[in-house]
């Protein structure tokens, strides 16, 4: 089909669906949509909630619990252990299907009578949040993580404080978008490094301050180079054992920064791709946060797993997770070989031929 313009139904603005789109949307057998993408990336991000936590009651026993659901919400809450323990069924709220009553009005009535787990977490030794963490703090869609705080958006992270975006990583604090190093401070956008102090878009670097846009380099001040013995005689200058001197070197930083280009996209190895922080992608469009993502558009923090390639692929409007999933259409919080899914939020893993459902896990 050819190129269409159409007006949002919700912002009013007007949108174009592209030829590749309509054969995208034939193959999921779904008509076009009527709101525009950003439209649609906000009605996903509303049906998330990553970083808030409230004291609600347990609808069964009354008992004060944290969740990540607000007391205000109109349904009904099962502590996450009993949630998943044998001593209900969810079964036992089925019903008929009532062909002369609208299909969301009775979709909406289940979602409010069926409990929901009052947290979205798994595998955790003494942590709060996320999954297979250990030892962790307030550590927010993330999993591997062991010893840390304040974590967001990461992937086998340890003995680490303050991190967003960050995979493989040890040791290190106040940073974002750091891949396979450690020890890195007040960092941003830095892979295979080490002993890294305000630095940013350094790769393969050690022993570097201040740096920017580095490539296998070492001993740096400021994109300076010393002899290994100067340079930290140099840096105990800067007295960062205080936080009058933390402050001082990170605004020194940060005025250096400004005068260095920067790179148009944050992310590498990417053919015929749009967005921002993509790497390792093919014809991947309008997205934001990909790694290892093939034929994606309009689709946020689709990643792959430490060790394997694929991300996500053939899919529109897939916000969060991935994992190896396949034709996800309007889907959130999906992951770990999903395919086949339309319109459906939080279910995983590996769930196929999915439409229009909340909070589904199949285990084998
Ligand atoms: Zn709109």
Redesign the pocket.
Known sequence: MQAETKT??????D?QVESEDFAFYEKMKVPPPT??P??RMVRRFSHRNERNLFRVKDTRVGKEIFSGIPPQAPVKVYDHDFWWSDGWDPMEYGREYDFSSPFFDQFMGLMRNVPFPSRNIQNLIDSDQGGDLKNCYLCFNSGKVEDSAYILNANLVKDSFDLNDASSVEISYASLGIGESYKVFFSFYCDRSNNLWFSQNCVGCSFCFGCINLRNKQYHIFNKPYAAEDYFEEIKKFNLNSYGGLSKAYEEARKFWDLHPRKFIHGYQNTDSSGENIYFSKNVKFSFGIEGGEDLKYCQEIYRQAGYWEGGKDSYDHYNWGYGTELMYEVCGSGRGCKNVRFCLDCWPAVQDLEYSYTLRVFK
């Open positions: 949002c139904q919700n912002c009013k603005n949108f709101f525009c950003e439209c």
